[in-house]
């Protein structure tokens, strides 16, 4: 159990595209999503908190217009970079919670690997 | 400035040696959590630590979680190549937010 997937696994745009990755629980019901970004090597930085049928809570220096978060029902979340230049280039994963406070885990996706040209 | 420091960063050992990895910060935990990863892959959680001295077991590995619930650590005994990894501690202030640790990059050579 607690299966979350990602779409695509690997993306290569173009610089001033958009691209969109989906997060999904497959086998339970996703009310918080969180979304990291993680540079070669480096550990995962929290971008983002999305509680389903909510706005998206950024953490300080993330662009909230830059990368568009919607959590629109409670297994999908995703995660829209617009306007995608190279130093948007990055592993991007997401994280699935239940929400509820006897629950401290959060359960990952594979990730998605983001190339910007 | 990352809320917690993990370290070593990089370790690299001979198969069957004993390693410990730290996790600390100035900041309570409500959790604790920790993680491998293989790359390209998403973390893969080990185990979840929550009371304050507690401590897990999971076969090889041993998690202590700190009497003030600031800082754990993640022991390895006999390490195996397929211990190979990086490790990651990761807390929670509160139910609905989790921050990562700098990360232990974990190389056991045969």
């Known amino acids: 159990g607690a299966v979350v997937s990602q779409h695509p696994s690997r993306v290569i745009c173009k610089s001033g595209t958009s691209v969109k990755i989906e997060c999904r629980s497959l086998?339970?019901?996703?009310?918080?999503m969180f979304w990291y970004r993680q540079f070669p090597k480096q550990s995962l930085m929290l971008m983002a908190t999305?509680?389903?049928?909510?706005?998206?809570?950024?953490e300080q220096g993330v662009e909230k217009d830059k990368f568009l978060i919607n959590h629109a029902s409670l297994t999908l979340s995703t995660l829209t970079v617009t306007s995608a230049h190279p130093e948007d280039s990055s592993f991007y994963i997401c994280?699935?919670?239940?929400?509820?406070?006897?629950?401290?885990?959060?359960?990952f996706g594979p990730g998605t690997r983001l190339t910007v040209t | 400035t990352q809320l917690l420091e993990q370290s070593p960063q990089f370790l690299s050992i001979q198969e069957g040696e004993n390693l410990t990895v730290y996790c600390n910060s100035s900041s309570v935990f409500s959790s604790l959590q920790w993680y491998r990863q293989e790359p390209g892959e998403g973390p893969v959680l080990l185990v979840t630590?929550?009371?304050?001295?507690e401590v897990k077991k999971l076969k090889r590995l041993t998690f202590q979680f700190g009497d003030a619930r600031k800082d754990s650590s993640l022991h390895i005994t006999a390490a195996q190549p397929g211990d190979t990894g990086l490790y990651l501690c990761a807390g929670a202030r509160n139910f609905n937010k989790f921050y990562f640790g700098s990360g232990t990059k974990l190389n056991v050579k045969p």
């Open positions: 630590v929550v009371t304050g001295g």
């Open positions: 086998d339970f019901q996703a009310t918080t």
């Open positions: 994280s699935a919670s239940t929400g509820l406070e006897s629950s401290y885990e959060q359960y």
């Open positions: 999305s509680n389903e049928g909510s706005k998206a809570t950024y």
